[in-house]
């Protein structure tokens, strides 16, 4: 089969019948041209119109200038703009083929006959019309092809030159079978499938592309002119190489085409991230499946979502887990908290029959003062070592949890030995803890409860602990006890305690005693101590007893209001007689805590007629160590007012000689411990040569207390201790009693001055 040429051999689609210009000599080749009744078209390769002859001028509306150099789809109406594209590459190939034995010469007909087509006049309406190709090569020729137009010779062979086709088309609007309805469905079929989301790609049994929208060439990237080639295995190569996978889609592929009926469904990943859903299903002519129809969607933007809330939903679960963990932690040690303690306690609780269940509760000894002392920082430092102590005396699986401030707690489960571990667990904080390069030496005390079998449940079981844990307290701190029965006696004892104190502070049954303080310059009595008594159902109950009891429950507030208030009132005509004379009363750090405790104490000396140059507030060390400075700035309004400040109980506890200087003191009492030290008078106690030395180098005035003897009075006299206060002189006394008292302790510090023996240091 040879290609179609013009005009000879396009006689088949070229009609014989010559209208209108009609020349009286034999027409040359351009008359031919120019006089056809079909519109005749040359197109280049790019599908450029080259050349126009007057039918198509008239055929489409357009002045010959316009149409050439234009495209020539601009002529064909929607759906029909590749054919001729398709006709001239299947005319080229044809042409190239010509004489090969392999050629499928039925096939190579059929897809060079001329095709149906509408063209699209320049008004914009379409007609139906039928075109016929033929290839016109200029240049070198050695093609299949006859160069009719050019006039070149017939030949065979290969070579090079410009090829172009010769298009005839023909209006066939006329014709009778011209089916509106068939034409209708098409251009029907043919907007619906341009206008869908989807790239649709049909390829023939024989798998040839057999037509695709517009959409899936613009969704591969796939140039027209490709297509137009007809190379499908280019097409392929351009369609594989954007894949990340293309051997899994090959085999999809062949698979379909193993199984022409079968529809399949999957997703195609791009190397460029994008993702297409792909569809193929047969294409079917009643019912012969006639190729395959593959459909493709850009669902990148969905994955990409998808993607996303999946990702979002892995880290929401990943937080959550991580909020779970920390909801259980406690966030200073690492330790588990209370809540997973109790969660665990629980669980090891409704175990099997017989299982062993040990609660061992512990608390530091003194850890207050540590954090008032050294600060929160070492407090938490501290609270941290004794964590990773604790977690050391146990085995992997057994809980410790730190249930808050400086209060932990150890579960065992069927552990053989409790007790063994509670001793490694007090033992534990023998070796010294260092913080911040001071070396402190913690303890602990600690109570084990236990079930073994008994129906006690958890917080039963936490309560003996508890109670266990402030048994070994009160036996001496830095030690562990067992719970016994008898303990609770201890405890229902406190209650008893605070619930005694309430009700004696409200019947005002609080009563001060005063203990006189004499000065051993003057040799007279210059100050009294208020002492809080309570006594309850006619026995005293000692102050350190109820005084941490009063501060426990905060009713240590009222109690210090009505010591200061009834000092104040009882002592007035004593201070009022002399204004060297003073009264000291003692202060809690729970008192120096509200806000309007400066208010309160100037405004009770004020109410009582009192000068508050003749107050002494005493308080203890501790209470400059906390963060604020709020009790500083309390004290120091009151001594702008006039109001002294003593230091109590100096040289307890962690206090130290160098942090005095600053603080807003006037006298420092000198521990009954220290004074305790002193026996016959002869011994050398730097400690206390230091002690009132210091504060006289700061300024401070120094009061002895707990001095019993002769000796101890002679040694502190010796060391120029200012005042001193103790049994010697006499005891706390109440009211009515405190006169014979003042003169008792005046007589005895003017003998001690008489008897008094130089050179003792
Ligand atoms: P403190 O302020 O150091 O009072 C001195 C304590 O030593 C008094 O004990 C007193 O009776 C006792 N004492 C006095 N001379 C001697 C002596 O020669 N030898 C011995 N062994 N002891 C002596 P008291 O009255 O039992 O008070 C104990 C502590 O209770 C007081 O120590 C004070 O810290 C506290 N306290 C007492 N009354 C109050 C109060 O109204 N408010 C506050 N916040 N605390 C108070
Ligand atoms: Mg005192
Ligand atoms: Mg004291």
Same mark, same amino acid.
């Given at each position: 089969?040879?290609?179609?040429?013009?005009?000879?051999?396009? !006689?088949?689609?070229?009609? &014989?019948? =010559?209208?209108?210009? /009609?020349? %009286? #000599?034999?027409? $040359?080749? +351009?008359?031919?041209?120019?006089?056809?009744?079909?519109?005749?078209?040359?197109?280049?390769?790019?599908?450029?119109?080259?050349?126009?002859?007057?039918?198509?001028?008239?055929?489409?509306?357009?002045?010959?200038?316009?149409?050439?150099?234009?495209?020539?789809?601009?002529?064909?109406?929607?759906?029909?703009?590749?054919?001729?594209?398709?006709?001239?590459?299947?005319?080229?190939?044809?042409?190239?083929?010509?004489?090969?034995?392999?050629?499928?010469?039925?096939?190579?007909?059929?897809?060079?006959?001329?095709?149906?087509?509408?063209?699209?006049?320049?008004?914009?309406?379409?007609?139906?019309?039928?075109?016929?190709? !033929?290839?016109?090569?200029? &240049?070198? =020729?050695?093609?299949? /092809?006859? %160069? #009719?137009?050019? $006039?070149? +010779?017939?030949?065979?062979?290969?070579?090079?030159?410009?090829?172009?086709?010769?298009?005839?088309?023909?209006?066939?609007?006329?014709?009778?079978?011209?089916?509106?309805?068939?034409?209708?469905?098409?251009?029907?079929?043919?907007?619906?499938?341009?206008?869908?989301?989807?790239?649709?790609?049909?390829?023939?049994?024989?798998?040839?592309?057999?037509?695709?929208?517009?959409?899936?060439?613009?969704?591969?990237?796939?140039?027209?002119?490709?297509?137009?080639?007809?190379?499908?295995?280019?097409?392929?190569?351009?369609?594989?190489?954007?894949?990340?996978?293309?051997?899994?889609?090959?085999?999809?592929?062949?698979?379909?085409?193993?199984?022409?009926?079968?529809?399949?469904?999957?997703?195609?990943?791009?190397?460029?991230?994008?993702?297409?859903?792909?569809?193929?299903?047969?294409?079917?002519?009643?019912?012969?499946?006639?190729?395959?129809?593959?459909?493709?969607?850009?669902?990148?933007?969905?994955?990409?979502?998808?993607?996303?809330?999946?990702r979002a939903m892995a880290d929401l679960a990943e937080q959550s887990a991580q909020l779970t963990a920390l909801a259980f932690r406690d966030g200073l040690t690492g330790l588990s908290n209370r809540q997973l303690f109790n969660d665990r306690l629980a669980s090891a609780l409704a175990g099997p029959r017989g299982t062993a269940v040990d609660v061992l509760l512990l608390d530091l000894d003194d850890f207050k003062e540590v954090n008032d002392i050294l600060g929160h920082h070492a407090g938490d430092q501290m609270l941290i070592e004794v964590g990773r102590r604790l977690r050391a005396c146990v085995r992997p699986n057994d809980v410790v949890a730190r249930l808050g401030g400086d209060e932990f707690v150890v579960l065992l489960v069927n552990s053989p030995e409790p007790e063994t571990v509670a001793a490694r667990i007090v033992d534990s904080l023998r070796v010294p803890v260092w913080i911040d390069g001071t070396m402190l030496r913690p303890s602990l005390s600690l109570g084990v409860a236990s079930i073994n079998g008994d129906a006690v449940d958890a917080s039963e079981l936490l309560r003996r602990a508890d109670v266990?844990?402030?048994?070994?307290?009160?036996?001496?701190?830095?030690?562990?006890?067992?719970?016994?029965?008898?303990?609770?006696?201890?405890?229902?004892?406190?209650?008893?305690?605070?619930?005694?104190?309430?009700?004696?502070?409200?019947?005002?049954?609080?009563?001060?005693?005063?203990?006189?303080?004499?000065?051993?310059?003057?040799?007279?009595?210059?100050?009294?101590?208020?002492?809080?008594?309570?006594?309850?159902?006619?026995?005293?109950?000692?102050?350190?007893?109820?005084?941490?009891?009063?501060?426990?429950?905060?009713?240590?507030?009222?109690?210090?209001?009505?010591?200061?208030?009834?000092?104040?009132t009882e002592l007035k005509p004593w201070l009022l007689e002399d204004a060297s004379r003073s009264l000291a009363v003692n202060v809690s750090g729970v008192q120096l805590q509200h806000g309007d405790f400066a208010e309160l104490v100037l405004a009770v000396t004020e109410s009582c007629g009192v000068d508050p140059r003749q107050l002494v507030l005493e308080v203890t060390e501790s209470v400059f160590f906390d963060d604020d400075c709020h009790v500083i700035q309390q004290l120091t309004s009151l001594r702008t007012a006039g109001v002294l400040v003593a230091l109590d109980d100096f040289g307890t506890g962690f206090s130290s000689l160098g942090r005095l200087q600053g603080l807003p003191v006037d006298t420092l009492k000198i521990d009954q411990s220290f004074v305790a030290m002193i026996n016959t008078g002869t011994e050398q106690l730097p400690i206390l040569n230091a002690m009132v030395g210091m504060a006289h180098g700061l300024g401070l005035t120094v009061t002895a207390e707990g001095v019993e003897t002769a000796a101890q009075a002679g040694y502190l006299m010796n060391l120029d201790c200012d005042s001193l206060q103790g049994f010697l002189f006499s005891g706390p006394q109440p009211e009515t009693a405190l006169q014979p008292a003042l003169d008792r302790a005046a007589r005895a510090i003017a003998a001690l001055r008489g008897d008094r023996v130089p050179g003792n240091r």
């Open positions: 089969m040879s290609a179609p040429s013009y005009p000879e051999k396009a !006689s088949g689609t070229v009609s &014989g019948k =010559v209208s209108g210009k /009609v020349s %009286g #000599t034999v027409p $040359g080749y +351009g008359d031919l041209v120019e006089s056809s009744p079909d519109a005749l078209l040359v197109v280049a390769e790019d599908g450029t119109i080259r050349m126009v002859n007057a039918a198509a001028e008239r055929m489409f509306g357009y002045a010959r200038a316009e149409l050439v150099g234009s495209d020539h789809r601009i002529l064909l109406a929607e759906g029909y703009r590749n054919g001729l594209q398709r006709l001239f590459f299947n005319l080229r190939r044809d042409a190239h083929l010509h004489g090969a034995p392999d050629v499928d010469a039925d096939a190579a007909d059929a897809d060079t006959a001329p095709v149906e087509a509408y063209g699209l006049r320049r008004d914009g309406t379409e007609f139906q019309a039928e075109v016929a190709g !033929s290839i016109f090569i200029t &240049g070198t =020729v050695n093609a299949a /092809v006859t %160069g #009719t137009a050019t $006039g070149e +010779g017939t030949g065979h062979g290969t070579g090079h030159g410009t090829v172009s086709m010769i298009a005839a088309v023909r209006d066939t609007s006329h014709r009778p079978e011209n089916d509106d309805s068939l034409r209708e469905a098409m251009s029907l079929l043919s907007a619906t499938l341009e206008s869908t989301a989807d790239g649709i790609l049909v390829v023939s049994s024989a798998g040839e592309i057999a037509g695709v929208n517009n959409q899936f060439l613009t969704m591969w990237g796939i140039p027209r002119e490709m297509l137009a080639t007809g190379d499908d295995e280019a097409v392929m190569g351009f369609v594989l190489d954007q894949l990340r996978d293309p051997a899994k889609f090959v085999e999809k592929v062949e698979a379909l085409y193993a199984d022409p009926a079968a529809e399949s469904h999957d997703n195609l990943e791009f190397r460029d991230g994008r993702t297409f859903e792909r569809y193929s299903r047969p294409q079917k002519v009643a019912d012969q499946v006639v190729g395959r129809v593959w459909s493709f969607r850009d669902v990148t933007a969905a994955k990409v979502a998808q993607d996303r809330i999946t266990a844990m402030y048994a070994a307290k009160s036996a001496g701190k830095n030690r562990y006890m067992r719970f016994r029965p008898e303990m609770m006696k201890t405890l229902v004892d406190r209650n008893d305690l605070e619930a005694g104190l309430r009700l004696a502070v409200d019947n005002g049954q609080i009563a001060v005693h005063y203990q006189p303080i004499v000065s051993a310059v003057r040799g007279t009595v210059t100050k009294v101590e208020a002492l809080a008594r309570w006594v309850r159902d006619g026995v005293l109950v000692p102050p350190q007893h109820f005084i941490p009891a009063a501060e426990r429950s905060g009713l240590i507030v009222e109690i210090g209001t009505e010591v200061l208030l009834r000092g104040c």
